[in-house]
Each structure stands twice: as C-alpha cells, then as structure tokens.
C-alpha cells in the first residue's frame, strides 16, 4: 500500500455479496424489545446499506467496502474515517488502528457515536436514514474523531491530538480542540465553520447549527471558553465567548453574539444578545429542534 492509500476491503469478501434487501421505512429509535441500542443501530445501517446498494448499482462497492464487509459499528466507523482524514503522511493504516484502538478500549465512545446517532436521525428531517449519517454527515463524524483525539489528548499523546485536530478542520471544516469535552446526542447540523475552543464543555443532547463559535474572549487564560448544558440549541451563526455558563434547555437564536450567562430554559437573542423570559414546560429545544418560539415574546420583531 502507498503512502495515503485508501484503505480497501478484503476482496475474497468481496465475492461473495450480501443479498438485496427491498426499501423499508427505518425506525429513528430502537423498539423497546431492542435490547441493546448498538446492535440495533448496526443492524439498520447493515439494511439500509444492503437496500442502497441494490437500488442503486454505482454506490454498491463504496457501500459493502464501507459497511457490509465489516463485522461491526467501531470496525465500520473507524474504516471511514481513516480513508476520510488519511493524507500522503498521515496513513489510513495508521488512523484505522488508532481509531479501532480507541473504540475498542472505551465503550463510553462507542455509545455516544450510536447517541449521536440516533439524535441526528431523530431531529434532522433531511437524514435519509442511519446510513446516511455515518457515511455523509460530516458534523456525526468530526464529533466522532474530536472523541478519540480528546483520549489521545488525556493520555499525554498531545502531538498525535493535535495532528488529528489539524486533519479534522482541513477535511470537515470542523475545528474542535483536543481539549474541550463533548456529551454524548450531540447533533452538529451542516456543521460548516464550527469552532469549539481548549476549555469548552457541551453537555448531552446539545444541538448546534453550522458557524458557530464557542470561544474565547482574546484576553483571558486559563478556563476561558464556553460551558453549554444539556439540551440547549445554538443556532446558526451564534457566537458564545468568554467563560460563560449556557444553562440547561436555554435556546441561542442565529446570529446572536452572548457574552454573559444565560439562564436555564431561557433565550438569547441579538448581538449584544439580550434574555427573554424563562419557559416552562419540559420541552428541551436541543433535542426538539424549536428555533422560533421565541419570536412572540420579542417586541422588537417585524416582518
């Protein structure tokens, strides 16, 4: 294999092809019987790859060299982005190893992959399915390489982070330090120009929508990034600087610039961002997707 060289699957696997599987409407969560969310979101990857793959005969060898020639998520997942972040020094042989390495030695990031997963399917109406996600989603797959990179960064291993970083921003326009920690059902949606700074924490269930920077304010050291809680929703183009706290089920409108705490369940909007009034209810916008319901409460709005 030369430097850079895709990886490829076996092709005495390739013989034998897997059998067509006609379309069928894909669940977004696991049936309680399910039993285990990871086996079951493998398995719909497995069917909607095999029903692609008949329907469509130009994807068939991407799909089962992808997909159907491995035996499991990690296996799959790991393949992809080592064929997606290799370069003519950074080898896919050596990504694959490192990222099977890692997933295999932390569960934890396995079941947040499947969380992230299943958030995307459920909230994004354009995902196609759970294939679509992990083969096109550039925001599920950044996410996912952030997570190994931050167990590189945890183990000292800070050059090789850095290196996957670097890599991660030049092919995905995704720029999350090693650093910063990431829950599990995060969704970052068309995730072009997402930047998340050293010190940034997201909770779970957060939702984040494309040009949206979580950073600092250019003159602080030390923790000096932004803390988002579970199930807030940022929309498009927000910018959160500053050691700020972004309390649980809070909603950041588009284009807003926030520089100071925001309340939980409350909504910021403007630039400077301004508060309006808390919610009640248990409706959590990061994971309902709600963009606009605030717009009644503020007076300045006009058409």
Not at 22 to 47: F, L, M, T
Not at 131 to 148: D, E, M, P, T
Request: aromatic fraction near 6%.
């Amino acid at each position: 294999m030369t430097a850079g060289q895709p990886l490829r699957a076996d092709p005495q696997q390739r013989r034998h092809s897997p059998p067509a599987l006609h379309p069928a409407v894909v669940p977004s969560y696991p049936p309680p019987e399910s039993g285990n969310d990871e086996s079951w979101v493998w398995s719909q990857i497995k069917a909607e790859a095999r029903r692609d793959a008949d329907a469509e005969p130009a994807l068939a060898s991407f799909l089962y060299a992808t997909v159907l020639s491995h035996p499991s998520l990690e296996r799959s997942l790991s393949f992809h982005l080592a064929n997606k972040l290799c370069s003519s020094t950074l080898l896919s042989t050596l990504l694959y190893d490192l990222f099977v390495g890692s997933l295999a030695a932390h569960p934890t990031i396995r079941a947040a992959a499947v969380a992230d997963l299943l958030a995307v399917r459920s909230r994004d109406p354009a995902c196609a399915g759970f294939s679509h996600c992990l083969l096109n989603y550039k925001g599920f797959l950044a996410v996912q390489a952030h997570r190994v990179a931050h167990v590189l960064w945890a183990q000292n291993r800070r050059a090789l982070a850095l290196a996957l970083q670097s890599r991660v921003a030049e092919v995905f326009a995704v720029d999350i330090h090693p650093a910063a920690a990431i829950g599990k059902g995060v969704l970052l949606d068309h995730a072009t120009g997402v930047v998340i700074g050293e010190t940034a924490v997201v909770g779970d269930n957060v939702s984040i929508l494309h040009h949206v920077t979580l950073g600092g304010t250019g003159k602080a050291v030390g923790d000096r990034h932004p803390k988002i809680g579970d199930g807030v929703l940022i929309g498009a183009g927000a910018t959160i600087l500053g050691n700020v706290l972004i309390g649980a089920g809070a909603k950041i409108g588009a284009g807003s610039v926030v520089l100071i705490d925001v309340p939980p369940r409350s909504t910021a909007v403007g630039n400077p961002a301004r508060l309006i009034g808390g919610k009640k209810g248990d409706d959590m916008p990061g994971e309902s997707m709600d963009h606009t319901s605030f717009i009644q409460q503020w007076s300045d709005y006009t058409i």
